[in-house]
């Protein structure tokens, strides 16, 4: 019989080309999210959560041995965390907090410490001895034998839903013989979900279901969806803090600005793991890799074009960061109160921060009257934000990066319609998908395989330059300025390039 030594979390499904992407995640996992969003006990339809049962000690490796026999005799999808802290408070913050990724919670290694706390969650906590673990732990597996996206029908929201319902999720664990690889914690709070908002942790899963699936797929990387109850930030800072030892890495998702930058900013400074925030830094990587080549194309300069964003929170804001530092020296960020300017009442401490690097002219129009004369609109903001006047008052070969999900600030196709020399935006049902799928399986792979603690402004520009040199100049084109979000070549040379 074989001895088992680790955990290591798998993909349900193959992701093979654009359709299955679209289903697995983006645009499709929206679906899902809304339907929890509506009726939170559809996360146990539409995820993995029935089957998934945390088990917490205060040794990881305590942890993972109790783990893998749930696993091998009855099924059960146990995650092992190690928390750093035996005060009934701090065990208390954490299993409350952690409820919407799991459907019940084992103690029962910690007896002592938690018999008398009071936890106040929904689901199943296991304190002591159980006479009958998968009765009390109400796990069911649900198992795809043989599967075929052919075998799905209707829209591709509806595919997604089919495929959620059929397989309980899109991930699972799998035992392995090799020493365990402790997991990527996913870690969100649902309140900047794709193009759906504050949803919540809960809502939130299926997103981070579907991102697990992609760190596996691309970067042989194993990830753990880790959605929180709370969205106080000092309480996401402590959580994961207590946890880290669970964990080779923390992905920060789907946090709302301006709370995503202290909690990054914090977990950098006090955490002994690599932290990465994916909305801002995998999203700033892949637009600076597309808009080289576009400005290529267009035979422009970043020096000298005008550039202007629709939205200003954490991902543009990091985009924007990372075009200045490639010498951008034009560019004028807007939101819902139109342009952003140094002293503007509206500013929170991130706008006022990058207002001292852009809109240098003191503009304070809105966007509409922004845009004009513009070389490069970027919107990660709203859906419907620009239409054909905008898009035919920017400047000649106007290129458009319209990047708000699932539905941009301008669809691909009306852009070029008005007159776009280039359009790209997050949907892979149209050319030039800019997706973070491109960075963040190769970099978190070549993170832990060569041991980095912080992930460097350096290691993002090397990303973004060598993620843009692998389309050969004889290839590039208005419909083909980034590889294929599913091209097996990319998360490799983005790993070699982390150093």
Not at 97 to 112: H, K, M, R, T, W
Not at 199 to 217: D, N, R, S, T, W
Not at 229 to 257: H, M, R, V
Not at 387 to 393: A, H, N, Q, Y
């Amino acid at each position: 019989m074989a001895k088992y030594q680790g955990i290591k979390i798998i993909s349900k499904v193959e992701v093979k080309d654009k359709d299955a992407l679209a289903i697995v995640y983006t645009p499709g996992v929206a679906a899902s999210c809304l339907k929890i969003k509506e009726n939170p006990e559809m996360s146990f339809e539409y995820t993995n959560r029935e089957n998934s049962v945390a088990v917490i000690s205060f040794d990881y490796q305590t942890s993972l041995n109790r783990a893998i026999f749930l696993k091998s005799t009855l099924g059960i999808d146990a995650y092992p965390f190690e928390i750093s802290s035996k005060e009934p408070e701090k065990i208390k913050l954490v299993v409350n907090n952690i409820e919407p990724s799991f459907g019940a919670v084992d103690l029962s290694l910690i007896e002592p410490e938690v018999k008398n706390i009071d936890f106040n969650v929904n689901i199943p906590v296991l304190k002591g001895a159980a006479a009958d673990l998968k009765e009390f732990f109400l796990c069911i597996s649900k198992n795809l034998f043989m599967f075929s996206y052919d075998k799905l029908t209707g829209t591709t929201n509806e595919k997604s839903l089919q495929l959620r319902q059929m397989a309980g999720g899109v991930i699972e664990t799998e035992l392995t013989e090799k020493p365990q690889e402790k997991p990527v914690g996913i870690v969100s709070d649902g309140s900047a979900v794709l193009g759906l908002g504050d949803i919540g942790g809960l809502a939130g899963l299926p997103v981070m279901e579907g991102k697990a699936v992609l760190f596996q797929e691309l970067g042989d990387v194993s990830a753990l969806p880790l959605c929180l109850k709370t969205q106080n930030a000092d309480e996401i800072i402590e959580i994961i803090l207590l946890l880290q030892n669970s964990f080779s890495g923390i992905n920060l998702e789907d946090i709302k600005a301006p709370r995503c930058f202290e909690v990054e900013n914090k977990l950098i400074e006090k955490a002994d793991i690599p932290i990465f925030h994916d909305d801002q830094h995998g999203t700033a990587v892949v637009v600076l890799a597309a808009l080289l080549n576009a400005l290529h194309l267009a035979n422009k300069k970043v020096n000298e074009v005008k550039i202007v964003f629709s939205g200003a929170g954490a991902a543009a804001i990091a985009v924007c960061k990372l075009i200045l530092a490639v010498g951008a020296t034009n560019i004028t960020m807007f939101d819902i109160d139109g342009a952003i300017y140094k002293g503007r009442e509206q500013n929170n401490f991130a706008h006022e921060e990058i207002s001292k690097y852009t809109n240098l002219n003191n503009f304070k129009g809105s966007l509409k009257e922004g845009i004009k004369g513009a070389d490069v609109f970027i919107g990660l903001s709203a859906p419907n934000l620009v239409d054909k006047e905008m898009i035919k008052s920017m400047n000649n070969k106007p290129i458009v990066f319209a990047l708000a999900n699932p539905t941009p600030e301008i669809m691909p196709d009306k852009a070029i319609e008005y007159g776009a020399f280039i359009s790209a935006s997050g949907r892979s049902d149209f050319p030039n998908q800019i997706n973070n799928s491109l960075v963040f399986p190769g970099l978190f792979n070549g993170v832990l395989k060569h041991g980095i603690k912080k992930i460097t402004n350096e290691i993002k520009l090397n990303c973004a330059f060598a993620l843009a040199s692998l389309i050969k100049d004889t290839e590039l084109s208005t419909n083909y300025i980034l590889p294929d979000a599913l091209d097996r070549q990319v998360p490799q040379t983005i790993s070699d390039n982390v150093i």
